[in-house]
C-alpha cells in the first residue's frame, strides 16, 4: 500500500524535519517547594496515565534554601490538580493542617467603618439567567424580601454562601465523597506541610526522581538551549525541557537567559508583609470558612484559619508606612483575638510586584516565584502554579520544533493572564473610598489604573459584566467575580433603558427566591468548618 506522504514533497519534509528533531523525554525541574512539587507531580500524572515509558521527570532541589511558605490560600482548582494526581482527600485535609475556604471577607476597604464589609464567594451563579441576574438585581433590588428596611448584599442575593460563612458552615457533609460539593470550595492550608506531602507522594507514587543538591552551573548546547544543570554532588543532570521553579532567585529564566522582569509597582502599590502564626485559644475554636481581608492605613491584613492554628499577615506600602508602623497596626489587630501578641514571632517578607516578559524561553519554562508575584489578595500564586503546570502537561511538546510552537502560546496565555489578574487586583484599590491615608487616595489616581480596566469600568457604568467582555474562553477571573467587587463595594451601574420584560423579570425574581431557599436549607443542614474537619480526622471522607 503507498503511503500517503510518498509523492508530497511538502508532507515528506514536514516529516523528515520531525524527525530529526530532540525528543523531549527528560524534563528536569530545578526547584522544590510547593511550586515545584506541583509542577512535577502535574506532569508525572498526566504521563504516566498516558504512557508507558520513554520520558522521566527529575525534580532538584537544594536544601539550603528554605521555603518562602505562606502560600495558605487556594482556588477550587486545587480539588482537580489533587485527584489527577492521585491523591486521597482524606489523607491531604489529615496530614496538611487543612480547612476548608468558600471565599473572601473583604471588610473596611470601602468606607473603613466598623459594618463595611462584602464577600467574594467561591460559588457562581448558575442557570440560563446567570448574566442577567446583576442586571435585575440592580433595577429591582431585594424581590423576595419581606422586611423592605433589610437590605440584602448583592452576594447573598446571588449566592447562599455569604450566609454560609457568616455562621462558620463547612461546604459540605461528612458523607459528601471526596473533592464533591455541596458548596463550592477550596483550602486552606499549612504550606510548609502541603510541600513535605506532595513531595512524598511524587516520590512513592509517580516514581519523580528526586535529587537535593545544590545548582553549580548551567551549560547551554550549541544551538543555545540548556544542555544540563551540573550540582555539586550528583554531577550533570541532562534534559530536553527545563522548568525553573527556584523561587525569586530565578535561577535559569531571570540569571542564567536574562529575561527582564516586568515590574508593576506603578499599579500595585504593595511590597512587603509581616506574617506571623497565630495558636487558636483552645483545640475546638472555631475555623473561620473563608479568608478575612481587613484594610489598614497603608495595606490590609490577612487571616486564614488552619484546623491548627490561623496564619496572619499584613500587606503594606513602605512609600506610605514604615516597617515599625506596620508591625503595631498587626498587633492591634492581634489583639481582639491573642491575650500576648508580644510572644508571637513576626517574620518580614518583601514584595516586589511584577512578573517575567516571557515566561517560555528556548527549552526552560519559569512556574511559580521565577515566573513573578503580585501580592496574596485573592490568592492567585497557587492558581497560577498549578494551571501553568496543567497547560505543560496538557500541551508537553513531543519534540524541540513543537516546543517552539507550544511555548509562543504559553507565553501570550500567561502574559494575558497576569495583566488581567493585575486589573482584578487593582479594582480592589481603587474603588475604595476611604480618605484616611495617600494610599488609598493615590490608589485612585487614573495614572496608577491601567488602560483596560479603565475601559471596562467606562463600559460597566452603563451594563453589568458579561463573561463577552473578555476575549478568552476560561478566565482566571470569570464576570461573576468582578461583580461580586464591583458591587459589593457601590459600583453604580445604570439600568437598562429599554427596560425588561415581565417574563425576565419573574426568572430574576424566581432565582433570588431559589438562593434565598437554598441559603435556609444549607444553614439548617450544614454542620461547622470545625466539626467537619475533626469528622474527617476521625472517620475520613468516603472515596470517590
Given at each position: ?311 496572619v499577615g499584613h500587606v503594606y ?155 478568552h474562553a476560561t478566565e482566571v ?68
Open positions: 500500500m503507498t503511503n500517503k506522504n510518498e509523492n508530497h514533497p511538502i508532507g515528506n519534509k514536514v516529516v523528515s524535519q520531525i524527525d530529526s528533531k530532540k525528543l523531549t523525554k527528560n524534563i528536569v525541574i530545578v526547584g522544590g517547594g510547593t511550586a515545584g512539587w506541583i509542577t512535577a507531580g502535574t506532569l508525572a500524572a498526566k504521563l504516566t496515565s498516558q504512557h508507558v515509558k520513554n520520558f522521566s521527570v527529575t525534580l532538584v532541589e537544594s536544601s539550603n534554601i528554605p521555603p518562602i511558605g505562606v502560600g495558605e490560600g487556594t482556588w477550587p482548582t486545587m480539588r482537580r490538580t489533587l485527584k489527577n494526581m492521585g491523591i486521597k482527600e482524606t489523607d491531604f485535609i489529615r496530614e496538611c493542617n487543612v480547612s476548608f475556604k468558600q471565599g473572601a471577607k473583604f471588610a473596611k476597604w470601602v468606607t473603613g467603618k466598623h459594618d463595611d464589609y462584602y464577600y467574594h464567594p467561591l460559588m457562581l451563579p448558575e442557570g440560563p439567567i446567570k448574566d442577567n441576574l446583576a442586571s435585575h438585581w440592580l433595577s429591582i433590588q431585594f424581590p423576595y424580601n419581606e422586611n423592605p428596611k433589610k437590605q440584602y448584599s448583592f452576594s447573598m442575593c446571588l449566592s447562599p454562601q455569604e450566609a454560609i460563612c457568616e455562621a462558620g458552615l463547612a461546604p459540605k457533609l461528612i458523607t459528601t465523597a471526596e473533592y464533591d460539593a455541596i458548596a463550592n470550595y477550596a483550602y486552606h492550608l499549612d504550606a510548609g506541610l502541603f510541600s513535605e506531602f506532595l513531595k512524598q507522594h511524587c516520590i512513592k507514587v509517580l516514581n519523580v526522581k528526586h535529587v537535593v543538591d545544590d545548582v553549580m552551573a548551567v551549560t547551554n548546547n550549541d544551538d543555545g538551549d540548556i544542555a544540563c544543570v551540573s550540582t555539586a554532588e550528583h554531577g550533570d543532570l541532562s534534559g530536553d525541557l527545563f522548568i525553573d521553579c527556584s523561587g525569586f532567585k530565578s535561577l535559569l529564566l531571570g540569571e542564567h537567559y536574562q529575561v527582564g522582569f516586568k515590574s508593576c509597582k506603578d499599579v500595585l502599590f504593595v511590597d512587603n508583609a509581616i506574617a506571623v502564626q497565630v495558636p487558636y485559644s483552645d483545640e475546638n475554636s472555631p475555623i473561620a470558612s473563608h479568608t478575612i481581608s481587613t484594610a489598614q492605613t497603608a495595606g490590609w491584613i490577612w487571616d486564614i484559619g488552619l484546623s491548627s492554628r490561623r496564619g506600602s513602605s512609600r506610605y508606612i514604615s516597617e515599625h508602623a506596620a508591625i503595631e497596626e498587626l498587633k492591634q489587630y492581634l489583639s481582639a483575638t491573642v491575650n500576648d501578641v508580644e510572644q508571637l514571632t513576626f517574620r518580614k517578607i518583601p514584595i516586589n510586584p511584577g512578573y517575567r516578559e516571557k515566561f517560555w524561553h528556548r527549552n526552560c519554562v519559569a512556574i511559580g516565584l521565577s515566573a513573578g508575584f503580585l501580592e496574596p489578595l485573592e490568592a492567585s500564586a497557587l492558581l497560577l502554579v498549578e494551571i501553568s503546570a496543567n497547560m505543560i502537561a496538557e500541551q508537553l511538546p513531543a519534540n524541540r520544533q513543537c516546543m517552539e510552537i507550544v511555548s509562543e502560546r504559553f507565553n501570550q496565555t500567561f502574559t494575558y493572564r497576569w495583566e488581567r489578574i493585575i486589573d482584578f487586583l487593582k479594582l480592589h484599590y481603587m474603588l475604595s473610598q476611604r480618605q484616611d491615608s495617600d494610599f488609598w487616595c493615590d490608589n485612585r489616581k487614573p495614572e496608577s489604573i491601567p488602560s483596560s480596566l479603565k475601559s471596562l469600568l467606562s463600559l460597566w457604568q452603563y451594563q453589568p459584566p458579561s463573561d463577552n467582555d473578555f476575549i477571573f470569570p464576570a461573576a467575580s468582578y461583580q461580586y467587587v464591583l458591587y459589593g463595594m457601590g459600583f453604580k451601574t445604570a439600568s437598562s433603558h429599554w427596560g425588561y420584560s415581565t417574563e425576565a423579570s419573574e426568572k430574576a425574581y424566581e432565582k433570588f427566591k431559589q438562593v434565598n431557599l437554598q441559603t435556609s436549607q444549607y444553614k439548617a443542614n450544614l454542620m461547622s468548618n470545625r466539626d467537619l474537619i475533626n469528622s474527617i480526622k476521625q472517620y475520613g471522607l468516603q472515596r470517590v
